[in-house]
């Protein structure tokens, strides 16, 4: 991987300086070395706000909308994971490499079938929920269909990769031995390597519904109703008292979701959540049979999710949403190139956005996910004498509820708070959308650490060494390979958010969209569109390009 | 076995699943408005929804008893979207601003302006700054040059008293969006450009008279802190502009009965002078498309129609 010239250095090294050059090349485009970012004369305001999150408002009114607003938001967070499930199913298993080379015994259409499908399902992934929002808005109308579609197709082509991902990662052995024993290719697919892949699956649905929450906030912001539009509305008409009372709704639907997502998870003998860049096989426990009696549970839900916010399923091939399709598609067309020029500073501005975010993210992250382990516990990792005090508990659970915290509240959200006390730019862009990955990440990190293998650290710990010693020299090596492709894919994630917080005028690509979405000049949103996909792609590729060579070293 | 059960369950219970969700689609269809007879509106959310919600629910009350056929309100959370729900016909008729107006008209051919508040004739923008920032009051036009090299704050990016007429008097006094320290901002709405000002995020900002004036009564200004420094000359804002759809279904002499109907809210009318007071209004008058020439001349000087 490393050039000659570079061969004293390890490719980790060299990956390391690339990402430090990064950062501070992307401090220096949000002006930090130029000119003042902080804004002493907004924290009285910023004061109002923290204060008021110790008496939020608790009126009999007040709560009545919370509970109804947290409901519709989990009631789009259903509906949008069990049709991004289900394409994921279907998808998954056509862009697989095991269903074309095996099953289909389509070895000559392998790179053409494989591929294409890989590559068609590229587009829906780098547009970001809101973009897809904005567009079936276009085509449906005023329709809860709308944001349920917009869940659904990035978060269906997203987990369609992964799907497929993990179907090509499971061993094939029982698959061969089938077929070469003349049972049909499909149905040998479907007795060995879709349940031997079924938990890992599973696993990545229930993470899925996690994502989802998150992102049903985040479209309530543009029109879905709602804790996001809640939030937004009282944000800008500064109640703080009713906005900490939608927090804390926030906080307590995504903990809940979190904790059964996590409780379902163990159970099933499958904690970890996505597994990166691990390829020894998972530890494959037989699942618990009583899982089984959850399905009929699920269904009930998704079908009250489905009755409840009623989205009109007649509109998706109406003759009207045909018309309108048309109508948007000849508006596009042909395409505006006039304002290019303008496009290559805000991508520039744009990658510095993410490269900021991931920053924080990963720095904050890294803080926070120790203390959220249960590594200090007594009994724990670090605390095998099983010194009980106080300390460790409550340190864990700080560290848990500021993580919750982070992740919880959408990205804009944070900007909007961070915007009183910095200028305007791209900062309090990165930092929104640094807290909110944050949040994600030091989850990530924690389970990572809670699930490192054992042996080798109790060897060290049982030789005598000290725990600082067992942290320094067995978890932190353990873990830093997988925090790093954690990050990289978050890294990933950010360069599509960049959009969301562009809409609060953080700047960037996201800031020109919306700009251009208000003037319904979509000939020239199309070209800033696919800049905005070409950079998706090139943040893409070079995190994989990193990944790569990091496992390879 | 036990698990292909399991996914053959799965599925067959999924089937009514879906057929129920066909079956219940004649009803929930039956919330759009291009196919029945309810007369639904909707507003720019330029305020706090909580209020427009009540507004619109006296208003809808109103109106259905004055047209004798069902009238509802439906909320909209951002300008464009407003525009584009009227484009494809889920809102009959809406209080838009000057310039989503006009945005709206522009892509449902047919489309007319209906009625106005009597102040939307002589609509204002006032500019304002924390007092931190030195910039003292303005007198001209030309003087907005004073603006060059503070941070400055619009509202919403279609918002025409937040937005466009103050960028174009902008441009009249040769200041342009990159004269100003940083990005200029897009606060979203006037209560929050008031925020921002006020907490000194930006230097100056611009925002809806009407919206400032209220605030002043209601004491929610700092006025230690921030004041007006320019009051805008006088153009055409908010207006009801309707959809031409609404004539075959309801009869050609349709948008004359709504535009009479708004007429006729009278102040002496205690419900009628709430509808009033929430619109901020003494009474409507009639409008006319070409009353907006000029916001639609300002729109396309500054790129916001195309």
């Known amino acids: ?79 949008g994971t069990f049709l991004s499930v289900t394409i994921g199913a279907i998808a998954g298993v056509f862009c697989s490499e095991v269903w074309w080379l095996e099953v289909l015994r389509a070895k000559r259409l392998r790179y053409f079938g494989f591929h294409s499908v890989r590559a068609i399902l590229a587009f829906p992934r780098a547009i970001h929920e809101l973009i897809w929002g904005l567009f079936f808005l276009n085509i449906w109308g005023l329709d809860p269909l709308v944001a349920v579609a917009a869940i659904a197709i990035p978060f269906g082509a997203i987990t369609a990769k992964v799907f497929s991902e993990i179907l090509d990662e499971t061993p094939r052995q029982p698959l061969l031995t089938l077929i070469n024993s003349g049972v049909a290719p499909i149905t040998a697919f479907f007795y060995t390597l879709l349940p031997q892949a079924f938990l890992n699956l599973l696993s990545y649905s229930f993470y899925r519904f996690e994502c989802s929450i998150r992102s049903a906030a985040v479209l309530g912001i543009i029109g879905a109703g709602g804790l996001g539009y809640e939030i937004l509305l009282s944000l800008q008409s500064l109640r703080y008292e009713q906005l900490w009372t939608f927090f804390y709704a926030l906080l307590i639907l995504n903990g809940g979701v979190d904790i059964a997502s996590a409780t379902l998870r163990h159970q099933l003998g499958c904690a970890s959540r996505i597994d990166l860049n691990s390829h020894r096989p998972t530890k494959r426990n037989i699942p618990n049979r009583r899982i089984f009696s959850l399905f009929p549970i699920a269904i009930a839900g998704v079908a009250l999710s489905f009755w409840y916010i009623q989205p009109d399923l007649s ?59 249960q590594i200090f516990l007594p009994g724990g990792l670090l605390n095998r004498r099983g010194k009980a005090n106080l300390f460790p508990p409550v340190l864990l659970a700080v560290a848990r509820i500021m993580l919750l915290l982070c992740r919880a509240i959408p990205a804009p959200i944070w900007s909007l708070v961070v915007l009183y006390i910095l200028f305007p730019g791209i900062l309090p862009g990165a930092i ?120 390879s070293s | 076995m036990k698990r292909l059960l399991v996914s053959g369950f799965l599925s067959l219970s999924l089937l009514p699943l879906a057929a129920c969700s066909n079956n219940s689609s004649p009803n929930s269809s039956a919330n759009s408005a291009a196919q029945t007879k309810t007369f639904v509106t909707g507003a720019i959310p330029d305020q706090d929804a909580e209020k427009l919600q009540r507004l619109y629910g006296k208003l809808s009350q109103y109106l259905e008893a004055e047209l004798k056929i069902p009238v509802s309100y439906k909320p909209v959370t951002d300008y464009t979207a407003a525009v584009t729900a009227f484009k494809v016909g889920d809102l009959d008729m809406v209080w838009f601003g000057g310039l989503t107006g ?150 050609d002499d349709f948008p004359q009965k709504v535009q009479a109907a708004l007429m006729k809210l009278d102040p002496n009318v205690p419900e009628q002078k709430e509808i009033l007071e929430l619109f901020g209004a003494t009474k409507f008058v009639p409008t006319k498309n070409e009353n907006y020439a000029r916001i639609e001349q300002v729109g396309r000087e500054i790129g916001k129609i195309k």
């Open chain 1, 315 to 373: 509109k998706i091939g109406s003759p009207r949403s045909q018309q309108l399709l048309n109508q948007i598609v000849q508006t596009s067309l042909p395409p505006n190139f006039t304002g290019m020029a303008e496009l290559i500073p805000l991508s520039v501005e744009t990658v510095a956005m993410s490269v900021l975010a991931i920053a924080i993210a990963a720095s904050g992250g890294l803080l926070l996910a120790f203390p959220a382990a």
């Open chain 1, 1 to 79: 991987m490393s050039r000659p010239a570079f061969r004293f250095i390890s490719p980790s090294l060299q990956w390391g300086m690339i990402g430090l050059v990064a950062i501070a090349l992307s401090l220096w485009q949000a002006g930090l070395f130029q000119q003042t970012v902080v804004n002493l004369n907004g924290f009285p305001l910023l004061w109002r706000f923290v204060a008021a999150s110790v008496h939020p408002d608790l009126s009999y009114d007040l709560l009545a909308t919370t509970l109804q607003a947290s409901l519709v938001t989990l009631a789009y967070a259903v509906c």
């Open chain 2, 102 to 251: 006009v945005q709206a008209r522009l892509q449902v051919p047919g489309a007319e302006a209906l009625a106005q508040r009597d102040i939307d004739a002589k609509f204002h923008s006032v500019f304002i700054a924390n007092k931190n920032s030195g910039i003292g009051p303005i007198n001209d036009v030309k003087e907005l040059t004073a603006l060059k090299g503070h941070s400055f704050t619009f509202g919403s990016e279609s918002s025409t008293s937040g937005r466009l007429m103050p960028q174009y008097f902008l441009q009249q006094a040769g200041v342009k969006l990159e004269d100003f320290k940083g990005q200029s901002g897009f606060s979203q709405n006037h209560d929050a450009t008031i925020a921002l000002v006020t907490a000194g995020t930006y230097d100056a900002g611009v925002l809806n008279e009407q919206v400032w004036q209220k605030r002043l009564q209601e004491g929610k200004i700092d006025r230690s802190k921030i004041d007006v420094i320019w009051r805008s000359p006088e153009y055409y804002d908010y207006h009801w502009v309707i959809n031409p759809s609404v004539k075959q279904r309801f009869g």
């Open chain 1, 432 to 551: 929104g959308l640094g807290l909110h990955n944050l949040g994600i990440l030091g989850r990530l990190f924690a389970e990572v650490t809670e699930n490192l293998e054992q042996p080798p650290l109790k060897a060290l710990s049982a030789g005598g060494t000290p725990d600082s010693l067992v942290f320094l020299y067995g978890v932190l090596p353990a873990t830093m390979p997988r925090f790093l492709a954690y990050t990289l894919y978050r890294w990933e994630v950010c360069m599509r958010e960049t959009v969301i917080v562009g809409l609060v005028g953080a700047g960037g690509l996201g800031r020109l969209l919306t700009e251009q979405l208000s003037s319904f000049d979509y000939q020239s949103l199309i070209v800033t569109l696919g800049a905005f996909l070409a950079l998706t792609f090139l943040v893409d590729w070079i995190s994989g390009r990193v990944r790569r060579s990091l496992r």
